[in-house]
């Protein structure tokens, strides 16, 4: 899979040719965006109702007929409705969970490498960067302890990515995104923790980072661009 995705970057920055010259300078908008809900309610157990969002916006300019870039704004969340109970001996307790476990925001950078196969569809490949910050708040186990947790997350990324367009007509692309990575990342993380249960509080600070060269092929994912006049 990894020489599959290698091949796709080579093919797309390792260009001798162009099929038409048609995109010098023509600038471009690009969205992705998703809604989702799911609800669980197995037998003896309280139901369990989820929701989210994500969405993904580039505003760019090809510079020559295989080369582009500009930036990027993207944004997800995601929420649920549960009830956790917690039974110890005789004593019964009972929490409610509701609202916002998570929300992000991203802003980042792109470069993309082009190879038009036809005058309707190629591939493309790059590098981008990105820096963000989200929030959460969860409900989660310490052991037998149910806590109530809020995190704050700044994240700096390096990451590459490949796909594969359709042009449907002369202003409109469907794109599909075919694999990604994010190699280098580092992070900073602090927050606060509750015990529900008796009222402890304790304080967080976390810095990590990681340097993994793999890749997250295939990773499937539909969009539309919109060439602008």
Not at 129 to 139: A, E, I, P, R, W
Not at 195 to 198: I, K, P, V
């Given at each position: 899979m990894?020489?599959i995705?290698?091949l796709?970057?080579?093919l797309a920055i390792g260009?001798?040719q162009s099929?038409q010259?048609q995109?010098?300078?023509?600038?471009?908008?690009?969205?992705t965006?998703?809604i989702?809900?799911?609800?669980?309610?197995?037998?003896?157990?309280?139901?369990?109702a989820?929701?989210g969002?994500?969405f993904?916006f580039?505003?760019?300019?090809?510079h020559s007929e295989?080369?582009a870039?500009?930036?990027?704004?993207?944004s997800s969340m995601t929420?649920?409705?549960?009830?956790?109970?917690?039974y110890r001996g005789?004593?019964y307790n009972r929490?409610e969970k509701?609202g916002?476990?998570?929300?992000e925001i991203?802003?980042?950078?792109?470069w993309q490498?082009?190879?038009h196969?036809?005058?309707k569809?190629g591939?493309?490949a790059?590098?981008n960067?990105?820096?963000?910050?989200?929030?959460?708040?969860?409900?989660e186990?310490?052991?037998?302890?149910?806590?109530?947790?809020?995190t704050?997350?700044i994240?700096?990324?390096?990451?590459?990515?490949?796909?594969i367009y359709?042009?449907?007509?002369?202003?409109?692309?469907?794109?599909?995104?075919l694999?990604?990575?994010?190699?280098?990342?580092?992070e900073?993380?602090?927050g606060?923790?509750r015990?529900?249960?008796?009222g402890t509080?304790?304080?967080s600070t976390t810095l990590?980072y990681s340097?993994?060269p793999s890749?997250?092929?295939?990773?499937?994912g539909?969009g539309l661009?919109y060439?602008?006049?």
């Open positions: 990894k020489n995705f290698y796709a970057f080579l260009l001798s099929v010259a995109y010098t300078g023509k600038r471009f908008l690009t969205g965006a998703g989702n809900f799911n609800n669980t309610n197995p037998a003896n157990v309280q139901a369990t989820g929701y969002y994500n993904s580039q505003k760019g300019k090809f295989t080369k870039s500009g930036w990027s704004l993207s929420g649920e409705n549960r009830v956790y109970e917690i005789t004593a929490y509701k916002i476990d998570n929300i991203s802003v980042g950078r792109f490498y082009y190879k196969f036809t005058d569809f591939i493309y790059g590098p960067v990105s820096l963000s910050y989200g929030q959460s708040h969860k409900y186990f310490l052991g037998q302890d149910l806590q109530d947790r809020h704050n997350t994240r700096a990324a390096f990451g590459l990515g490949a796909g359709y042009s449907f007509s002369e202003r409109w692309w469907i794109q599909g995104s694999a990604f990575s994010r190699p280098i990342y580092a900073y993380s602090f606060n923790a015990s529900l249960e008796f509080r304790s304080e990590s340097v993994t890749f997250n092929f295939p990773n499937v539909l661009r060439f602008l006049k």
